[in-house]
């Protein structure tokens, strides 16, 4: 086996007196998908932000591709060298587009930062939306013209952009309708065959989770209670929470308030 | 008894381009006590046909058909009738309490306005009333959360909130729109099993609005499925697993990946939600879907029984999914 691309050692995230994550490890394999399931206020969105930098663990340990990230980069090229090795997709595609950026600057910006030739720019940004499904006629548009579904693979196109070794997912198909979320999912599944990319998919959504990961960590106030195998992990949940969170999902035969019968 | 019965409801609202139609004929009954569960994406008119029943409609609409509730038509009530009409016999709750209870205002001032300005209920009265339907939706310590601010409580005691509010009164029906879509799965789990008991209870009839067709068949008798401004299917809950007939209805449920295993890769449903502002000729759901021939772009389909249900599809009749 190859060497795992995120390490993540005895994290911990702490606010004033609330500690959002406390003493949090994982791997995640190279080419590998691991899943970060749990409810508002486990800490699992704190973790993924961490991971790409966009807070700072108050202690632990976070190696990506075999280098220490627990702290910020000093200069422009450790930036970069992160920037290659993990990128993140966000919830709503509605508020993580620039609204007065058309599609193909989103694009070439994100692509600006590897220094490519204009005409390298323009064949990667045509590789990128034929990855992702858009039409190259999307490159002039402002996201207002664009659906939730589109905004999200511009989204996905625009992390995919500095050929990252992983992608974290947060949340990132929770706001789409389950026709387009069905879309969404089939595609980041071609995306991770094609590229081996890995992912880290945050979610509060058990079926998703199982659908896209290989292995699972839940989260509550902060820790990991459980983690495993997903397929394991859902089908015979060993942590009481995990078993609620489990028969709160709705399906025939449930009924509301714990009655479990799937 | 029919309680409520929405017949051929048509809604016109204001465009920057002109007016468009976003409901084209929507029929549906409730009836004293029941429940039924508007489901679809997008677009497709649910809380739409919910404002338009509540007579809460965005300025410059233009409704037409008939909603009439025990017999008095809604549009046509005087502006007492009307505020007697939302003000005791129906409730309402939303999918974003914060965004439903004013912020500068205390728990207490919320759940007492409607019946002290409305009612004409003494202080106290509504008061003692508070204290005890938030006590009821479980919430403890409620003389203490009567001099709380919305923010100082989480999405799901807000809610809870929500609901005490319709308890106050006994209104005959309930209108929750999306109401657990902002909480965690455990606090929607709860909150559904609340509004289920207190319903049964009271035998308050639903109308329940969600885009997930799983949690509505959990808790509604009656499942209505919308696209485009259109019912195209309705039919008993119990039925929606094994005997749904429309393709959207079946395409919706084989969309969701599922929880106790897992496909190699989801059927999607190509392209994106239609809404009834695109003006189609034949059925809208034709352009997605995998059964539709020559005649569905052609003509649109009227509503055919079903067993129990209505199913709005050309080829209704035909078995499109026993082969394999």
Redesign the interface.
């Known amino acids: 086996m190859t060497a795992p691309l995120v390490k993540a050692h005895s994290l911990r995230k702490v606010y004033g007196d609330f500690v959002a994550v406390d003493d949090v490890s994982f791997e995640v394999a190279a080419g590998g998908s691991l899943g970060i399931v749990g409810e508002s206020g486990s800490g699992k969105t704190t973790v993924a932000r961490m991971l790409v930098g966009l807070e700072r663990p108050t202690s632990g340990r976070i190696e990506v591709g075999g280098q220490d990230c627990s702290k910020p980069a000093r200069n422009s090229s450790g930036r970069w060298d992160r920037a290659r090795n993990l990128q993140i997709v966000f919830q709503d595609p509605y508020s993580s587009l620039d609204p007065r950026q058309n599609i193909g600057g989103a694009l070439r910006e994100a692509l600006g930062v590897a220094g490519l030739s204009k005409s390298e720019t323009q064949a990667r940004t045509e590789e990128l939306l034929a990855l992702v499904g858009l039409p190259r006629r999307v490159l002039d548009a402002l996201p207002a013209t664009l659906s939730g579904g589109q905004r999200q693979r511009v989204a996905i196109a625009r992390a995919l952009a500095t050929q990252p070794r992983g992608l974290i997912l947060d949340e990132s198909v929770a706001a789409l309708d389950v026709s387009i979320q069905a879309q969404i999912l089939n595609l980041l599944a071609d995306i991770r065959e094609e590229t081996g990319v890995s992912y880290v998919f945050v979610s509060h959504d058990l079926a998703v989770v199982r659908h896209v990961t290989d292995h699972v960590v839940v989260m509550k106030s902060g820790n990991i209670v459980e983690r495993g195998e997903t397929g394991a992990v859902l089908d015979h949940p060993q942590h009481p929470y995990t078993q609620m969170l489990r028969a709160s999902v709705p399906g025939p035969g449930w009924v509301p308030g714990g009655g479990v019968n799937r | 008894m029919t309680l409520l019965q929405v017949t051929d409801l048509t809604l016109d609202v204001a465009l920057p381009e002109g007016s468009g139609r976003v409901l084209r004929g929507v029929d549906l009954a409730v009836e004293q006590g029941g429940s039924i569960g508007l489901v679809g994406?997008?677009g497709s008119g649910k809380s739409l046909t919910v404002r338009s029943i509540a007579s809460l409609l965005p300025a410059g609409s233009r409704r037409g058909g008939s909603i009439t509730f025990e017999g008095d038509e809604v549009l046509g009530m005087s502006p007492a009738r009307l505020r007697r009409y939302r003000s005791s016999q129906l409730a309402m709750i939303f999918q974003d309490p914060r965004a439903a209870i004013n912020p500068v205002r205390k728990i207490g001032d919320f759940l007492t306005e409607n019946a002290r300005t409305n009612l004409g209920w003494s202080r106290n009265r509504a008061r003692d009333r508070a204290v005890e339907v938030l006590a009821e939706v479980g919430i403890s310590d409620p003389e203490r959360r009567l001099k709380a601010y919305p923010s100082e409580l989480s999405?799901g005691l807000l809610q809870r909130v929500m609901i005490a509010s319709t308890l106050l009164y006994e209104p005959q029906l309930l209108l929750a729109d999306e109401p657990t879509t902002a909480l965690?799965?455990?606090?929607?789990?709860?909150?559904?099993?609340?509004i289920?008991r207190l319903r049964r209870e009271r035998g308050m009839a639903m109308v329940f609005v969600s885009?997930?067709l799983?949690?509505a068949?959990?808790?509604c008798d009656t499942i209505l499925v919308m696209y485009a401004g259109r019912i195209v299917e309705q039919l008993p809950a119990g039925d929606l697993?094994e005997h749904s007939r429309h393709p959207y209805t079946r395409?919706?449920l084989q969309?969701?990946?599922?929880?106790?295993?897992?496909?190699a890769?989801?059927?999607?449903?190509?392209g994106?939600?239609a809404s009834g502002l695109e003006d189609s000729t034949g059925c809208a759901f034709a352009p997605?879907c995998r059964f539709a021939i020559d005649q569905c772009r052609a003509e649109t389909p009227l509503v055919v029984s079903v067993g129990s249900g209505g199913v709005r599809c050309l080829r209704a009749d035909e078995d499109l999914w026993g082969a394999p």
Do not use: F, K, N, W
């Open positions: 994406e997008s999405g965690d799965v455990t606090t929607q789990s709860s909150v559904m099993a609340l289920d885009h997930d799983e949690l068949a959990a808790v697993y395409a919706l969309a969701r990946p599922r929880l106790d295993g897992r496909e890769r989801l059927s999607a449903i190509p994106q939600p997605r």
